[in-house]
């Protein structure tokens, strides 16, 4: 699990973790002998830096942060220039996840500065660059060598009822989730690993969104969730707890599971919901209750008060019927999840703008899921809810997507050695 | 000044502040006897809460928050609707300021919730509302019988060289700035201020900005910023101080000004900039300094280090040309501004998504700055920058307005009360 570091230990680390692999994320060296950027030598680096090498990318088990950005990337060219977009970014982001400029400083003042530089001076701000890799980078037309490493994992989701995807939004050989408490040092870290990868990179779609205050107590899930929806309601429910045995098995590929390369990674699922929230919003509170299946203010299931009391989906009230209804969001989905490992949701709220007289603007939910195994863990859930969930009449998706989040960096290493063996 | 209070002070305040007007800004009470909102009783207000009521709003001289949205907004109807929507709002965006929801309990459990509850349990993250009034209030068609009452200050500013206005982002009869360091917390402010006013009010466009980061130190102007724009210089160097003579006379509407109902208030100028960041970005740091007429790093004039050294724009180099270019951003802003009160400024940047190889999502400024006259303090200074300032080429002014901020509340009072007399 990731976890805030000290400059102290962060300068420190170069040199100790140097000689091997250390699990737990240990931040290495910022880059082999990097201490010029641009005009701003020194990394920014303290208490809000998140670690970066480990067993895992940082990003997943790391607390969600105030913002994040996603990204859709496609590459332009063959197998060299995917992988030398992979070995620029394993440098790049080790340096700015530690506060550092995305570079080090261009080796001539003829030439532009290597970084913007809109987000010197702010701290680290817990940013964290979570590097995932599309179906399309293993297709037929195998552009890169790779359709024979395709990850089971890696499935299509099935259209679905309610689906409405916006082809805009679709597919990406790559995608980077960036998150941060601060966003201008979110979104200065996606522009500038776009533009070190110029000419090979381009971003195919964007969604930016918003999670839990800046500075929140990391909690978690298996408790109280301090993040709500833009419905009123909490978000991330009952989710397996970070550090917790149920999570690493319901999250990390792990020894044994096939591609052996991706052990230590994951799989993402996205969907961009739009929510209708004039329609929603008609609605009383009983009935908004009724439709998710917990109470909105505790996120307890209904008739109870805890937000981590178990829900007892057979409980019935005076009137004799069950006190869920079992086609509220809640139970579908609780169902459906029976005897399964869980999903680790750590999703974000969409606003664009704020919604005008013709109805521009529009508010959503950037559904964020991560998991071991997408085929077992989110396509059947998916498909249950879209049968017979009550919520569905309030969203469409707008987008949807699995990526294969690579496995964790030893420093040194490049996700390229990843990907391609 | 506003400045954070604590929870007891908060509570205190609504008896002790009762009796009268007290300047600098205690916190009055949330609504009369309001104690119940939706089904979350409780105001959410801690250290993070701002103090609404004062001689000034909040929001001004208040230190700029992580994120800021700008709303423009039409009033449907005529002097009723809008004095009764500024009624709404006055007691509103002191309940919101204080961390409450926007109104108390619905009358039965047959209406929808009054507030929609993604805020609940966030603390106040010092909220600000800062109410504005467009010329658009004051016009020739008198629907809201205010023609005769137009300040002399809510001037029209000139068409100059890179205006590019978009007519989508012109106008409204009000504008309300709000700004917080949890941009969901600002967003829920906005989104739920026009839903109580729904009917009357509506959304004539919007802007979100993205300021210094979350729980930076509140340092502004007369030293260093922590904030800097796209281009990667600090914003707001130079700025008065708050709480400073020279930042009250500079901004404030003082006693012999006309109208004497603006005593207390100051106006807002607001230009939407969009920046080429491509043309930008390929500049050589020397190029982009010369430009600026300021260090990129410490926001040192030219050959200086210190971001408050004075400028001194006669200053030659050993080729004996001037160090600083005469047409610099900062040198043709100096000259226009000597012998006249400083603008405030209070900027935000704009990112709308990440730029994509087609082009789309760009990156502007959202300069904002508030000064008690601008006829003298803001035109004459954008005019001597769109005719001579090496910056032009490189932005476009998309929207541009100057709207009155009406002076602060006393508990109870409406800001229907200063507009209206």
């Known amino acids: 699990?990731?976890?805030?570091?000290?400059?102290?230990?962060l300068l420190g680390a170069a040199g100790a973790a140097a000689g091997g692999f250390v699990v737990g994320g240990v931040v290495g060296?910022?880059?082999?002998?990097?201490?010029?950027?641009?005009?701003?030598?020194?990394?920014?680096?303290?208490?809000?830096?998140?670690?970066?090498h480990g067993a895992h990318q940082a990003g997943v088990a790391t607390a969600p942060q105030a913002h994040v950005v996603?990204?859709?990337?496609?590459?332009?060219?063959?197998?060299?220039?995917?992988?030398?977009?992979?070995?620029?970014?394993?440098?790049?982001?080790?340096?700015?996840?530690?506060?550092?400029?995305?570079?080090?400083?261009?080796?001539?003042?003829?030439?532009?500065?290597?970084?913007?530089?809109?987000?010197?001076?702010?701290?680290?701000s817990r940013l964290t660059v979570t590097v995932a890799v599309g179906a399309s980078a293993f297709?037929?037309?195998?552009r890169f060598g790779l359709a024979a490493r395709r990850p089971p994992g890696l499935v299509e989701l099935p259209a679905v009822a309610g689906?409405?995807?916006?082809?805009?939004?679709?597919?990406?050989?790559?995608?980077?989730?960036?998150?941060?408490?601060?966003?201008?040092?979110?979104?200065?870290?996606?522009?500038?690993?776009?533009r070190v990868a110029e000419g090979r990179a381009s971003v195919r779609w964007s969604h930016v969104g918003t999670g839990p205050p800046p500075?929140?107590?990391?909690?978690?899930?298996?408790g109280a969730s301090s993040h709500r929806n833009l419905l009123g309601f909490r978000e991330g429910t009952a989710n397996p707890r970070p550090g917790r045995p149920r999570f690493d098995d319901a999250v990390w590929v792990a020894e044994g599971d096939d591609p052996s390369w991706m052990v230590g990674g994951t799989y993402l699922a996205l969907r961009r919901v739009d929510l209708d929230l004039g329609a929603w919003e008609e609605l009383t509170l009983l009935d908004r209750e009724r439709v998710i299946g917990r109470h909105r203010r505790s996120g307890?299931?209904?008739?109870?008060?805890?937000?981590?009391?178990?829900?007892?989906?057979?409980?019935?009230?005076?009137?004799?019927?069950?006190?869920?209804?079992?086609?509220?969001?809640?139970?579908v989905a609780h169902r459906a999840s029976q005897g399964r490992r869980p999903l680790f949701r750590r999703s974000y709220n969409v606003v664009e703008g704020i919604p005008q007289a013709e109805g521009a603007g529009a508010g959503g939910l950037l559904f964020l899921a991560f998991c071991r195994d997408p085929a077992e863990q989110f396509t059947p859930v998916l498909e249950a809810l879209a049968a017979g969930?009550?919520?569905?009449?309030?969203?469409?998706?707008?987008?949807?997507?699995?990526?294969?989040?690579?496995?964790?960096?030893?420093?040194?290493?490049?996700?390229?050695?990843?990907?391609?063996?």
């Open 215 to 222: 500075g929140a107590a990391p909690v978690v899930g298996d």
């Open 389 to 421: 969930d009550l919520l569905g009449t309030y969203q469409r998706t707008v987008a949807s997507g699995v990526f294969a989040v690579l496995p964790g960096l030893r420093p040194g290493d490049s996700w390229s050695q990843h990907l391609f063996g």
């Open 70 to 124: 996603l990204a859709g990337v496609d590459i332009a060219g063959s197998a060299a220039e995917l992988a030398a977009v992979l070995d620029t970014w394993s440098v790049a982001a080790a340096r700015l996840t530690a506060g550092a400029q995305v570079g080090e400083r261009s080796p001539s003042s003829r030439l532009p500065p290597v970084d913007t530089g809109e987000a010197d001076d702010r701290p680290p």
């Open 29 to 52: 060296p910022l880059a082999a002998g990097g201490t010029g950027a641009d005009d701003d030598p020194a990394p920014r680096a303290d208490a809000t830096a998140v670690a970066f």
């Open 300 to 331: 307890a299931p209904l008739g109870d008060v805890a937000e981590d009391a178990p829900l007892e989906l057979e409980a019935e009230g005076p009137d004799g019927r069950p006190v869920t209804d079992p086609r509220s969001h809640v139970a």
């Open 163 to 194: 689906d409405d995807l916006d082809p805009r939004f679709s597919g990406g050989d790559l995608c980077l989730q960036v998150g941060a408490d601060d966003l201008q040092v979110a979104l200065h870290a996606v522009r500038n690993l776009v």
């Open 139 to 142: 297709d037929r037309s195998d």
């Open 1 to 9: 699990m990731s976890r805030p570091v000290s400059r102290r230990q």
